[in-house]
């Protein structure tokens, strides 16, 4: 029975998730993380297939600098990761596909669970839980904030229960172990390896979002928004602020202009739209005018038709800021991700499947969200070939919002979660 192996299994899920919590890694460079997960699918049986083997190299999108990877790498090999594991991953080539053929006929039903974390330095406050039971990240400035540490560790008690139930089970299962989620840059290259289709049934999900109770699940999650990610470059001539200052350009206000102009994009009449200004770096001295300048931001729309239109009117604003200050300017993309629209007719199927779970104790039709995932890019590959896809969320208490230095989540989220894929997978595939 699935509950009795939730219970036998829920120390090893916390465990799973405590370990990769104490260790993050950054988008296209969890080279650790890779190894780790990757080792464990190993012992259960399944057909890995390692870094640039499971994605497309050319798709990513915002891949570190060359330095930053190789930084990252060494880190890894001094860690204890293989050298034939650090060959396939290299360049930032991470995360991994995980097969499993019942060799009964059936359904191709797949999984997608992010592992990357976020550059967040995390609090040691003794009141925030990580830090009192010392599983707090290592790393500075890298902290698994979102909850993907979670994620990973539900993904390893799905594979666990596909490998030791597989008599009982048909078909063949594909489990997507996704680098670089945050910023929406790695799912598309793993989508355009071809890892979806062919797949009948695809999910995935995400612990909290909202914060609600333990065992509650959202068989689907309306409101998800197409975003652009762009990181700009201001180039200008440094000067002596007093003495000649009429000889500088000054990229400081370039940025800065861009910056203020950006939320006076007009909202748009068909839907929801977003601007967000996340990072500027500028400067050196108050006399000296800032030659160079750096800001990270990013627009989101409801449709795809309003993403383009925020994403031109930014690209817009951000020249006309450069030209009023007289700087050069370079705009990189380096994310994106597409609207999401989950199949309904999913909703009372997965109902019925959990209705039996010891560990789930309602399911919502739907529970509105207003992010942007690049699962969409997996999901609508799937609908395209004739698929059917949804996006879940697992309820947790949330004393502290995603991508705060407090953020944590309870863990018996993790057994509702795993109970819920599971009954998902005895539903659908069961023999």
Known sequence: MAGDFIKEIAPQLIEWRRSLHALPELGFMEYITTYRIGK?????????????????????????????????????RDWGVEESWLQKMHGGNTGLAAIWNTGKKGDHVGFRFDIDALPINESTDSS???????????????????????????????AKYISTHSNNLKGRFTLLFQPAEEGGRGARAMTDKGWLDDIDYFYSGHIGIHSL???????TTPGFLASTKFNVHFKGVSSHAGMNPELGKNALLAATTAANNLYGIPRHHDGVTRVNVGKLIAGSGRNIIPEDSYM???????????????????????????????VSCTIEPVGVTEVVVCDEALIPKITEWCASSKYIKEVLPAVPVSGSEDVS???????KHGGKATYMLFGTQLDYPHHHPKFDFQEEVLLAAADAYIHILNGGSAI
């Open 213 to 219: 109770p333990i065992g509650t699940v959202a068989a």
């Open 128 to 158: 925030h839980l990580p830090s009192k039971l010392e599983f707090v990240s290592k790393e500075e400035n890298v902290m698994h904030a979102c909850g993907h540490d979670g994620h990973t560790a539900i993904g390893l008690g799905v």
């Open 40 to 76: 464990e699918l190993e012992k259960m049986g399944f057909s890995i297939y390692i870094g640039k083997e499971a994605l497309k190299e050319d798709s990513r999108l915002g891949v570190p600098a060359e330095v930053d990877l190789e930084v990252h790498e060494k880190k890894a």
């Open 377 to 383: 890019f997996m999901m609508n590959r799937v609908q």
């Open 296 to 326: 990270e931001m990013e627009v989101r729309g409801e449709t795809p038709e309003i993403a383009e239109y925020m994403a031109e009117k930014a690209t817009r604003m951000i020249q006309a800021a450069a030209d009023m200050h007289d």
